[in-house]
């Protein structure tokens, strides 16, 4: 079990760009989450996935994100245009989901801290 | 909508016992969730009630009324490494996913 694991670690950005980040969940974990969390605040759901299925998205999210999870296995989340309003800490999180209930742990991976300039 | 509240600041010395409080309106809820998060790290999971009571893990231990919409979490022997933020999170559908409080900074004093 190496963790969940994200990439880059840190991204400057200007205006306008657009920004890809990637996560590697926990191999054997069926759901990923996305988050993003600003200083003093809580973590912020944006979307999550099972498997390969984006199930959920926030009505918060909008058309400049978007996230894909093509094979079940690593995600993407990209911002199109940049704003400095989406400068925050992007955080993935990966859980073993079971239809037989019970608590479901989301482990977070490290985060990717963005700044748009 | 959703909202929790739990306070921002807790101070407490080395050895004491604190307890942070969590209250929370959800339109759904399935179970509440406490995360700790240091500094420039991740989010690291404390514990989890679905059911009222108490459940413990070492040091710490949470508990939740769902009649009264609480929880709180109970740091017992504190030691200088608890010095964090904590957070309160429901998991308010049986999607898995949580809302989150603004959480609580521990400063833990000597």
């Known amino acids: 079990d190496t963790g969940v694991s994200q990439n880059p670690r840190h991204k400057i950005t200007k205006r306008g760009q657009n920004v890809t980040f990637r996560c590697d969940p926990i191999?054997?974990?069926?759901?990923l989450y996305w988050y993003r969390q600003t200083l003093g605040q809580g973590p912020e759901f944006l979307t999550y996935?099972?498997?390969?299925?984006?199930?959920?998205k926030s009505r918060l999210l909008s058309d400049r994100f978007s996230a894909e999870r093509p094979k079940g296995s690593f995600s993407t989340l990209e911002i199109q245009r940049t704003e400095q309003g989406d400068s925050a800490m992007y955080l993935c999180?990966?859980?073993?989901?079971?239809?037989?209930?019970?608590?479901?742990?989301?482990?977070f991976g490290p985060g990717t801290r963005l700044l748009v300039l | 909508g959703q909202s929790l509240e739990q306070p921002s600041e807790v101070t407490a010395v080395e050895g004491a016992i604190v307890q942070i409080n969590c209250t929370y309106q959800?339109?759904?809820?399935?179970?509440l969730s406490w995360y700790q998060q240091h500094d420039g790290g991740a989010p690291t999971f404390l514990s989890y009630?679905?059911?009222?009571g108490l459940e413990e893990t070492g040091r710490f231990s949470s508990f939740l009324s769902r009649s009264d919409s609480y929880g709180y979490l109970l740091l017992q022997e504190l030691q200088m490494k608890d010095s964090a933020s904590y957070f309160c999170?429901?998991?308010?559908?049986?999607?898995?996913?949580?809302?989150f409080g603004d959480g609580t900074t521990l400063t833990v004093k000597p």
């Open positions: 999180a990966s859980s073993l989901y079971s239809t037989s209930g019970g608590g479901e742990t989301q482990y």
């Open positions: 191999s054997e974990h069926n759901r």
């Open positions: 996935f099972q498997n390969e299925a984006q199930l959920e």
């Open positions: 959800t339109s759904g809820f399935y179970g």
């Open positions: 009630n679905a059911l009222d």
């Open positions: 999170a429901v998991r308010d559908t049986n999607a898995g996913k949580s809302t």
